[in-house]
């Protein structure tokens, strides 16, 4: 079976330009979420989907943003790139609205690798 | 204060030690712990659940103390393959409930 898969795996764009990440969940799993990681820290929130709901939304600048699909892939954009950006982006998948709660644990795609110039 | 704290470490051990990390977090509504495991430029991958009675896995013990709002993990008899940064993560009892919050994590090397 697919795991959760990401793309592109790797983009460089300079500042101020659009970016959009795609993920595709597991197969089965209705909720995903995506994190954002920079080198030396630990996944950061930004958002959670449900069912095409936004359920969940991180400490993030508006110039990010993110919908759901009906058949549950994901889009993350984010707007006027800063340098700051440049960092892991993690979409992870889980079987239903509450991740990381008892059985419902979060599966994380490899993440796109995303550098501002 | 960050709201998930650990040790960044690095931990270097031989192979057969035993070493322990630790967790603290910051909000007692915190509902649910883990420990996710990332290898260089991986993704983190889900190590292990943390339940308040304790719980084992082969050679890793998680455990968590809500009085101190503290997690541990220990891993006995460190192989090779453990080498890794260990992330400790806390889910809240809120209206914001899809959000898992990591510790920047603790990085494992276990040396021959």
């Known amino acids: 079976d697919a795991g959760v898969t990401q793309s592109p795996t790797h983009l460089i764009k300079t500042r101020g330009q659009q970016v959009t990440l795609r993920c595709s969940p597991i197969?089965?799993?209705?909720?995903v979420s995506w994190y954002q990681q920079v080198l030396g820290q630990g996944p950061q929130f930004i958002f959670q989907?449900?069912?095409?709901?936004?359920?969940g939304r991180g400490n993030f600048p508006d110039r990010f943003s993110a919908r759901q699909f009906p058949n549950y892939s994901s889009e993350l954009n984010v707007n006027a790139l800063l340098l700051g950006d440049s960092a892991l982006y993690l979409c992870?998948?889980?079987?239903?609205?509450?991740?990381?709660?008892?059985?419902?644990?979060?599966?994380f795609g490899a993440g796109s690798r995303l550098t501002v110039l | 204060r960050k709201e998930v704290e650990q040790d960044p470490g690095p931990f270097n051990v031989p192979e057969g030690a035993t070493v322990a990390f630790n967790c603290t977090y910051s909000?007692?509504?915190?509902?649910?712990f883990f420990w996710y495991r990332q290898d260089c430029r991986k993704e983190p991958k889900l190590l292990m659940s943390?339940?308040?009675s304790g719980n084992e896995d082969g050679r890793f013990t998680a455990q968590l103390n809500r009085a101190s709002q503290y997690i541990s993990l220990l891993i006995r008899d460190s192989k090779l393959s453990d080498s890794a940064t260990y992330l400790c993560?806390?889910?809240?009892?809120?209206?914001?409930?899809?959000?898992?919050?990591f510790g920047d994590g603790t990085t494992l090397t276990v040396k021959p």
């Open positions: 197969s089965g799993h209705k909720s």
């Open positions: 992870a998948s889980s079987l239903e609205g509450t991740p990381n709660s008892g059985a419902n644990v979060l599966t």
């Open positions: 989907y449900y069912e095409k709901e936004e359920r």
């Open positions: 943390v339940y308040s």
């Open positions: 993560v806390v889910n809240e009892r809120s209206t914001n409930a899809g959000k898992s919050t």
């Open positions: 909000n007692s509504a915190s509902q649910s």
